[in-house]
């Protein structure tokens, strides 16, 4: 188990749908500034579906690998990683068109005592 302090705040992302079973960008971060604290995937089928999740930082690096079971969210926040000036958290679904990721990402400022 991780437990952790952010200072910082979370950032607004989009979800997204894994369309086909291609690799899929689903967060780049803009600079050195995010965490990816974690990520949420939803299975919306009546099967287990395996996914896979890469960070991106030249080139692709699996970071977790899970089945998810048919109809089930999971929710992983236990393991987060420093986001670079555009590095790519992406992922995979081996079957397309039921999965959707959800990243959470928290936002810090490099300068947060300035602002206390």
């Known amino acids: 188990m991780i437990t952790a302090n952010y200072s910082g705040g979370l950032e607004l992302t989009d979800t997204i749908a894994l369309s086909d079973t ?3 960008d689903i967060y780049t971060a803009p600079d050195n500034q995010d965490i990816l ?7 919306n089928n009546s099967s ?3 996914v896979t999740c890469y960070i991106n930082k030249g ?3 699996i970071v977790f690998k899970t089945s998810v079971t048919a109809n089930e969210t999971i929710v992983q926040t236990d393991m ?12 995979k679904a081996a079957t397309g068109g039921y999965i959707t990721v959800t990243p959470i ?8 005592s300035v602002h206390r």
């Open 59 to 61: 080139s692709d690096v």
């Open 37 to 43: 604290t974690g990520f949420a995937i939803a299975n």
């Open 105 to 112: 990402i928290t936002r810090f400022d490099t300068n947060e």
């Open 80 to 91: 987060p990683l420093k986001l670079r000036a555009g590095y790519i958290f992406k992922a």
């Open 22 to 24: 291609s690799i899929t």
């Open 48 to 50: 287990a579906i395996i």
